[in-house]
Protein backbone atom coordinates (compact mmCIF):
# COMPACT_ATOMS: atom_id res chain seq x y z
CA UNK A 1 0.00 0.00 0.00
CA UNK A 2 1.31 3.60 -1.03
CA UNK A 3 1.35 6.69 1.47
CA UNK A 4 -2.04 7.59 -0.49
CA UNK A 5 -3.71 4.27 -0.47
CA UNK A 6 -3.05 4.03 3.53
CA UNK A 7 -3.89 7.36 4.24
CA UNK A 8 -7.24 7.34 2.07
CA UNK A 9 -8.64 3.38 3.07
CA UNK A 10 -12.17 2.73 4.41
CA UNK A 11 -13.39 -0.52 5.09
CA UNK A 12 -16.40 -1.66 6.17
CA UNK A 13 -16.29 -1.03 9.72
CA UNK A 14 -19.24 -3.33 12.20
CA UNK A 15 -17.31 -2.23 15.43
CA UNK A 16 -19.91 -1.90 18.15
CA UNK A 17 -18.52 0.93 19.41
CA UNK A 18 -16.39 3.16 19.01
CA UNK A 19 -18.32 2.55 15.75
CA UNK A 20 -17.97 4.08 12.54
CA UNK A 21 -18.70 7.95 11.80
CA UNK A 22 -20.38 9.30 8.75
CA UNK A 23 -17.97 10.25 6.09
CA UNK A 24 -18.97 14.03 5.48
CA UNK A 25 -18.90 14.28 9.48
CA UNK A 26 -14.65 13.07 9.05
CA UNK A 27 -14.22 15.02 5.90
CA UNK A 28 -15.62 18.17 7.44
CA UNK A 29 -13.27 17.88 10.51
CA UNK A 30 -10.34 17.03 9.11
CA UNK A 31 -11.01 20.50 6.53
CA UNK A 32 -11.09 22.13 10.15
CA UNK A 33 -8.37 20.80 11.70
CA UNK A 34 -5.66 23.37 10.99
CA UNK A 35 -8.13 26.58 11.70
CA UNK A 36 -11.66 26.46 12.44
CA UNK A 37 -14.21 28.59 10.62
CA UNK A 38 -10.56 31.02 10.25
CA UNK A 39 -10.28 31.23 14.29
CA UNK A 40 -6.47 30.41 13.06
CA UNK A 41 -6.60 27.21 15.25
CA UNK A 42 -8.89 23.88 15.60
CA UNK A 43 -11.06 23.64 18.38
CA UNK A 44 -8.62 21.32 20.46
CA UNK A 45 -6.58 24.50 20.66
CA UNK A 46 -9.35 27.07 21.72
CA UNK A 47 -10.46 27.87 24.94
CA UNK A 48 -13.59 26.78 26.33
CA UNK A 49 -14.37 29.96 27.36
CA UNK A 50 -13.92 31.05 24.12
CA UNK A 51 -17.42 32.55 22.15
CA UNK A 52 -16.42 30.56 19.10
CA UNK A 53 -16.68 27.16 21.84
CA UNK A 54 -20.06 28.55 23.38
CA UNK A 55 -21.49 28.33 19.83
CA UNK A 56 -20.54 24.64 19.36
CA UNK A 57 -21.74 23.61 22.58
CA UNK A 58 -24.70 25.68 22.00
CA UNK A 59 -25.10 23.80 18.56
CA UNK A 60 -24.13 20.13 19.88
CA UNK A 61 -27.05 20.77 22.88
CA UNK A 62 -29.39 22.30 20.21
CA UNK A 63 -28.78 19.35 17.55
CA UNK A 64 -29.72 16.55 20.84
CA UNK A 65 -32.45 18.92 21.66
CA UNK A 66 -33.96 19.27 18.14
CA UNK A 67 -33.65 15.39 17.21
CA UNK A 68 -34.97 13.77 20.19
CA UNK A 69 -38.10 17.34 20.15
CA UNK A 70 -37.03 17.76 23.86
CA UNK A 71 -39.44 20.05 25.60
CA UNK A 72 -38.51 22.71 28.02
CA UNK A 73 -38.27 20.23 31.08
CA UNK A 74 -35.24 18.41 30.11
CA UNK A 75 -31.26 19.42 30.16
CA UNK A 76 -28.81 18.14 27.72
CA UNK A 77 -25.46 17.39 29.96
CA UNK A 78 -21.95 16.93 28.19
CA UNK A 79 -19.60 14.95 30.61
CA UNK A 80 -16.74 12.29 30.67
CA UNK A 81 -15.90 8.85 32.12
CA UNK A 82 -18.45 6.77 29.67
CA UNK A 83 -21.62 5.10 30.25
CA UNK A 84 -20.33 3.12 32.60
CA UNK A 85 -18.84 6.25 34.82
CA UNK A 86 -23.03 6.92 34.85
CA UNK A 87 -23.64 2.99 36.70
CA UNK A 88 -22.44 5.29 39.54
CA UNK A 89 -23.74 8.48 39.10
CA UNK A 90 -27.33 7.56 38.52
CA UNK A 91 -27.46 6.14 41.91
CA UNK A 92 -25.15 8.35 43.57
CA UNK A 93 -27.63 11.00 42.40
CA UNK A 94 -30.73 9.26 42.43
CA UNK A 95 -31.18 7.02 44.71
CA UNK A 96 -32.92 8.32 47.92
CA UNK A 97 -31.22 6.83 51.28
CA UNK A 98 -33.35 3.84 52.74
CA UNK A 99 -35.37 3.48 49.23
CA UNK A 100 -34.19 1.05 46.95
CA UNK A 101 -33.90 1.44 42.94
CA UNK A 102 -35.79 -1.25 40.45
CA UNK A 103 -33.54 -2.64 37.77
CA UNK A 104 -34.09 -4.73 34.37
CA UNK A 105 -31.40 -6.89 32.94
CA UNK A 106 -31.53 -7.72 29.62
CA UNK A 107 -28.04 -8.22 28.90
CA UNK A 108 -24.25 -7.68 29.82
CA UNK A 109 -24.59 -3.65 30.70
CA UNK A 110 -27.58 -3.91 32.86
CA UNK A 111 -26.04 -6.56 34.53
CA UNK A 112 -22.84 -4.48 35.63
CA UNK A 113 -24.72 -0.98 36.03
CA UNK A 114 -26.73 -3.38 38.94
CA UNK A 115 -23.31 -4.22 40.18
CA UNK A 116 -22.49 -0.69 40.70
CA UNK A 117 -25.80 0.60 42.26
CA UNK A 118 -25.29 -2.15 45.21
CA UNK A 119 -22.41 -0.49 46.04
CA UNK A 120 -24.91 2.47 47.27
CA UNK A 121 -27.88 1.01 48.45
CA UNK A 122 -30.51 -1.31 47.98
CA UNK A 123 -31.48 -2.86 44.40
CA UNK A 124 -34.79 -4.92 43.35
CA UNK A 125 -34.05 -6.48 39.87
CA UNK A 126 -37.60 -6.73 38.78
CA UNK A 127 -36.80 -8.76 35.45
CA UNK A 128 -33.60 -10.71 34.71
CA UNK A 129 -32.61 -12.53 31.49
CA UNK A 130 -29.46 -13.99 32.57
CA UNK A 131 -30.93 -17.79 32.57
CA UNK A 132 -32.22 -17.27 29.44
CA UNK A 133 -29.13 -16.26 28.07
CA UNK A 134 -30.07 -12.46 27.29
CA UNK A 135 -31.89 -13.22 23.72
CA UNK A 136 -35.71 -11.92 25.21
CA UNK A 137 -36.92 -8.20 26.79
CA UNK A 138 -39.81 -8.10 29.10
CA UNK A 139 -43.24 -7.39 28.20
CA UNK A 140 -44.48 -3.91 29.87
CA UNK A 141 -47.50 -5.63 31.51
CA UNK A 142 -45.15 -8.60 32.86
CA UNK A 143 -43.08 -5.81 34.76
CA UNK A 144 -44.01 -4.59 38.47
CA UNK A 145 -42.33 -2.17 40.00
CA UNK A 146 -41.59 -1.24 43.71
CA UNK A 147 -44.40 1.25 44.22
CA UNK A 148 -41.99 3.87 46.13
CA UNK A 149 -38.93 3.38 43.89
CA UNK A 150 -36.25 5.91 43.41
CA UNK A 151 -36.40 4.77 39.73
CA UNK A 152 -36.28 2.51 37.02
CA UNK A 153 -33.60 1.63 34.87
CA UNK A 154 -33.22 -0.10 32.26
CA UNK A 155 -31.08 -0.68 28.56
CA UNK A 156 -32.94 0.21 25.92
CA UNK A 157 -30.62 -2.27 23.53
CA UNK A 158 -27.62 -4.45 24.70
CA UNK A 159 -24.72 -4.23 22.94
CA UNK A 160 -23.53 -7.51 23.15
CA UNK A 161 -26.32 -9.39 23.54
CA UNK A 162 -28.09 -7.54 20.47
CA UNK A 163 -31.52 -7.19 22.42
CA UNK A 164 -33.15 -3.97 21.97
CA UNK A 165 -36.65 -2.26 24.03
CA UNK A 166 -39.37 -2.02 20.74
CA UNK A 167 -41.27 0.02 23.45
CA UNK A 168 -40.28 3.00 25.73
CA UNK A 169 -40.90 1.67 28.79
CA UNK A 170 -43.57 3.43 31.54
CA UNK A 171 -42.63 3.63 34.89
CA UNK A 172 -46.17 4.61 35.76
CA UNK A 173 -44.99 7.48 38.12
CA UNK A 174 -41.70 6.56 38.75
CA UNK A 175 -38.97 7.86 37.38
CA UNK A 176 -37.44 5.91 34.57
CA UNK A 177 -33.66 5.91 33.58
CA UNK A 178 -32.31 4.64 30.43
CA UNK A 179 -29.23 3.43 29.24
CA UNK A 180 -29.52 3.93 25.67
CA UNK A 181 -25.90 3.96 24.56
CA UNK A 182 -26.37 1.99 21.39
CA UNK A 183 -29.97 2.94 20.11
CA UNK A 184 -30.09 6.87 21.23
CA UNK A 185 -30.89 9.05 18.11
CA UNK A 186 -31.70 5.76 15.95
CA UNK A 187 -35.11 5.90 16.43
CA UNK A 188 -37.87 8.38 17.21
CA UNK A 189 -38.63 8.29 21.00
CA UNK A 190 -41.23 8.85 23.33
CA UNK A 191 -39.59 11.33 25.27
CA UNK A 192 -42.14 11.65 28.29
CA UNK A 193 -41.75 8.25 28.80
CA UNK A 194 -38.20 9.39 30.16
CA UNK A 195 -36.60 10.95 33.63
CA UNK A 196 -33.32 10.59 32.44
CA UNK A 197 -31.27 9.12 29.59
CA UNK A 198 -27.97 8.84 28.82
CA UNK A 199 -25.45 7.49 26.33
CA UNK A 200 -21.58 7.33 25.64
CA UNK A 201 -21.69 9.03 22.66
CA UNK A 202 -19.04 6.90 20.79
CA UNK A 203 -21.76 4.86 19.18
CA UNK A 204 -24.47 6.63 17.40
CA UNK A 205 -23.05 10.64 18.66
CA UNK A 206 -19.55 11.43 18.45
CA UNK A 207 -16.35 9.51 19.37
CA UNK A 208 -15.36 8.48 22.66
CA UNK A 209 -15.03 10.56 25.85
CA UNK A 210 -18.31 12.55 25.79
CA UNK A 211 -21.30 10.98 27.65
CA UNK A 212 -24.70 12.94 26.27
CA UNK A 213 -27.11 12.81 29.89
CA UNK A 214 -30.72 14.16 29.28
CA UNK A 215 -32.17 14.87 32.34
CA UNK A 216 -35.48 16.22 33.41
CA UNK A 217 -34.92 19.34 35.59
CA UNK A 218 -37.19 18.37 38.17
CA UNK A 219 -35.61 15.40 39.09
CA UNK A 220 -32.22 17.23 39.89
CA UNK A 221 -34.14 19.11 43.19
CA UNK A 222 -33.33 15.50 44.41
CA UNK A 223 -29.63 15.55 43.92
CA UNK A 224 -28.04 15.13 47.54
CA UNK A 225 -25.91 17.62 48.88
CA UNK A 226 -22.13 17.16 49.33
CA UNK A 227 -20.94 14.86 46.07
CA UNK A 228 -17.96 15.21 44.72
CA UNK A 229 -17.99 17.98 42.25
CA UNK A 230 -17.90 16.25 39.16
CA UNK A 231 -19.97 13.61 40.01
CA UNK A 232 -22.75 15.84 40.82
CA UNK A 233 -25.55 16.48 37.63
CA UNK A 234 -26.53 19.23 39.37
CA UNK A 235 -23.24 21.03 38.94
CA UNK A 236 -23.38 20.00 35.75
CA UNK A 237 -26.18 21.68 34.98
CA UNK A 238 -25.44 25.21 37.20
CA UNK A 239 -21.54 25.30 35.23
CA UNK A 240 -23.67 24.46 31.39
CA UNK A 241 -21.63 21.39 31.06
CA UNK A 242 -18.07 22.97 32.21
CA UNK A 243 -17.73 22.87 36.01
CA UNK A 244 -14.56 22.12 34.26
CA UNK A 245 -12.48 21.96 30.84
CA UNK A 246 -15.20 19.79 28.89
CA UNK A 247 -14.21 17.29 25.99
CA UNK A 248 -13.73 20.05 23.69
CA UNK A 249 -12.89 18.01 20.63
CA UNK A 250 -15.42 15.45 21.24
CA UNK A 251 -18.23 17.95 22.09
CA UNK A 252 -17.52 19.17 18.04
CA UNK A 253 -17.76 15.76 16.60
CA UNK A 254 -21.36 15.75 18.61
CA UNK A 255 -22.42 19.03 16.72
CA UNK A 256 -21.51 17.69 13.39
CA UNK A 257 -23.39 14.51 13.83
CA UNK A 258 -26.22 16.00 15.02
CA UNK A 259 -26.19 18.24 11.79
CA UNK A 260 -25.45 15.44 9.43
CA UNK A 261 -28.35 13.79 11.03
CA UNK A 262 -31.24 16.52 10.64
CA UNK A 263 -29.52 16.51 7.33
CA UNK A 264 -30.64 13.05 6.79
CA UNK A 265 -34.22 13.97 7.72
CA UNK A 266 -33.60 13.11 11.51
CA UNK A 267 -34.60 9.95 13.90
CA UNK A 268 -37.61 9.42 11.69
CA UNK A 269 -36.10 9.14 8.73
CA UNK A 270 -33.00 7.25 10.09
CA UNK A 271 -35.50 4.29 11.77
CA UNK A 272 -36.44 3.89 8.20
CA UNK A 273 -33.07 3.34 6.87
CA UNK A 274 -32.03 1.22 9.96
CA UNK A 275 -34.91 -1.12 9.79
CA UNK A 276 -33.89 -1.93 6.08
CA UNK A 277 -30.31 -2.20 6.60
CA UNK A 278 -31.30 -4.89 9.43
CA UNK A 279 -33.81 -6.36 7.47
CA UNK A 280 -31.56 -7.35 4.74
CA UNK A 281 -28.89 -9.12 7.40
CA UNK A 282 -31.99 -10.57 9.76
CA UNK A 283 -33.54 -12.23 6.23
CA UNK A 284 -30.09 -13.42 5.12
CA UNK A 285 -29.65 -15.37 9.08
CA UNK A 286 -33.65 -16.68 7.96
CA UNK A 287 -33.00 -18.17 4.93
CA UNK A 288 -29.85 -19.49 5.35
CA UNK A 289 -31.44 -22.96 6.64
CA UNK A 290 -29.84 -22.52 10.15
CA UNK A 291 -26.92 -22.34 9.07
CA UNK A 292 -26.46 -19.01 10.79
CA UNK A 293 -28.36 -19.11 14.16
CA UNK A 294 -29.59 -15.44 15.51
CA UNK A 295 -29.17 -15.19 19.38
CA UNK A 296 -32.24 -13.20 20.26
CA UNK A 297 -35.98 -13.76 20.27
CA UNK A 298 -37.23 -12.30 17.06
CA UNK A 299 -39.75 -9.66 18.91
CA UNK A 300 -36.68 -7.96 20.04
CA UNK A 301 -33.63 -8.35 17.91
CA UNK A 302 -32.05 -5.46 17.94
CA UNK A 303 -31.50 -3.13 14.60
CA UNK A 304 -27.94 -1.52 15.82
CA UNK A 305 -26.06 -4.95 16.72
CA UNK A 306 -26.83 -8.02 14.64
CA UNK A 307 -25.83 -10.77 15.99
CA UNK A 308 -25.60 -14.67 15.35
CA UNK A 309 -23.08 -17.95 15.18
CA UNK A 310 -22.50 -20.29 12.73
CA UNK A 311 -22.20 -24.14 13.13
CA UNK A 312 -18.72 -23.93 15.45
CA UNK A 313 -16.85 -21.62 16.69
CA UNK A 314 -14.15 -22.37 14.27
CA UNK A 315 -16.56 -21.49 11.26
CA UNK A 316 -17.31 -18.12 12.89
CA UNK A 317 -13.48 -17.26 13.17
CA UNK A 318 -12.92 -18.53 9.92
CA UNK A 319 -15.77 -16.27 8.81
CA UNK A 320 -14.45 -13.20 10.60
CA UNK A 321 -11.05 -14.05 9.19
CA UNK A 322 -12.28 -14.00 5.30
CA UNK A 323 -14.26 -10.86 5.89
CA UNK A 324 -11.65 -9.04 7.19
CA UNK A 325 -10.28 -9.93 3.43
CA UNK A 326 -13.19 -8.26 2.24
CA UNK A 327 -12.92 -4.90 3.64
CA UNK A 328 -14.71 -5.83 6.43
CA UNK A 329 -13.50 -5.25 9.70
CA UNK A 330 -14.85 -5.31 13.46
CA UNK A 331 -17.38 -8.65 12.90
CA UNK A 332 -15.84 -11.14 15.95
CA UNK A 333 -18.89 -10.99 18.67
CA UNK A 334 -18.19 -9.83 22.21
CA UNK A 335 -14.76 -11.84 24.30
CA UNK A 336 -17.65 -12.86 26.20
CA UNK A 337 -20.03 -14.37 24.23
CA UNK A 338 -18.08 -14.94 20.91
CA UNK A 339 -19.89 -15.57 17.77
CA UNK A 340 -20.87 -12.84 15.50
CA UNK A 341 -21.81 -9.44 15.91
CA UNK A 342 -22.42 -6.80 12.94
CA UNK A 343 -22.85 -3.22 14.48
CA UNK A 344 -25.01 -0.83 11.90
CA UNK A 345 -25.12 2.39 13.75
CA UNK A 346 -26.43 5.19 12.13
CA UNK A 347 -23.67 6.25 9.95
CA UNK A 348 -22.87 2.44 8.91
CA UNK A 349 -23.49 2.70 5.15
CA UNK A 350 -26.06 0.32 3.12
CA UNK A 351 -23.56 -0.65 1.23
CA UNK A 352 -21.58 -2.19 3.49
CA UNK A 353 -24.64 -3.93 4.48
CA UNK A 354 -25.00 -5.42 1.35
CA UNK A 355 -21.26 -6.39 1.36
CA UNK A 356 -22.15 -8.54 4.01
CA UNK A 357 -25.04 -10.32 2.79
CA UNK A 358 -23.31 -11.26 -0.47
CA UNK A 359 -20.25 -12.44 1.57
CA UNK A 360 -22.92 -14.40 4.16
CA UNK A 361 -24.57 -16.31 0.97
CA UNK A 362 -21.23 -17.15 -0.75
CA UNK A 363 -19.56 -18.54 2.70
CA UNK A 364 -22.73 -20.71 3.17
CA UNK A 365 -22.01 -21.95 -0.05
CA UNK A 366 -18.62 -23.00 0.33
CA UNK A 367 -18.87 -24.36 3.96
CA UNK A 368 -22.34 -26.34 4.55
N1 LIG B 1 -23.85 0.57 28.23
C1 LIG B 1 -23.95 0.08 26.98
C2 LIG B 1 -25.31 -0.32 26.46
C3 LIG B 1 -22.81 -0.06 26.19
O1 LIG B 1 -22.89 -0.55 24.97
C4 LIG B 1 -21.55 0.34 26.71
C5 LIG B 1 -20.27 0.26 25.89
N2 LIG B 1 -20.21 -0.59 24.87
C6 LIG B 1 -21.50 0.83 28.00
C7 LIG B 1 -22.66 0.96 28.73
C8 LIG B 1 -20.19 1.28 28.61
O2 LIG B 1 -19.80 2.41 27.95
P1 LIG B 1 -18.39 3.14 28.19
O3 LIG B 1 -17.35 2.26 27.60
O4 LIG B 1 -18.59 4.43 27.46
O5 LIG B 1 -18.21 3.32 29.65
Redesign the pocket.
Known sequence: MNIAEKRFRRVFNFS??PGTLPLPVLERARDELLSLDGAGMSVMEMSHRSDKFGEILDSARKGICDLLALTKSYTVLFLQ???????SMVPMNLLRNGDSADYVIT?A??E??VNETKKFGNVNVVYDDKPGGYRNVPRQDALMFTPHASYIHY?S????DGVEFKYDLDGHGVPVVC????NILSKPIDIRKYDLIY??A??NIGP?GV?VVIVKKELLERVPKGLPALLDYRIFAGYDSMPNTPNTWGIYLVSLVCNWLKEMGGVEKIAVINAEKAKLIYDAIDSSDGFYAGHAERSCRSLMNLTFRLPTPELDEQFCAEAEKNEMSGLRGHRSVGGIRASIYNAFPKEGVERLVEFMSDFASRNR
Open positions: SGGGATMQFGWGKATNETIDASSAGQKST
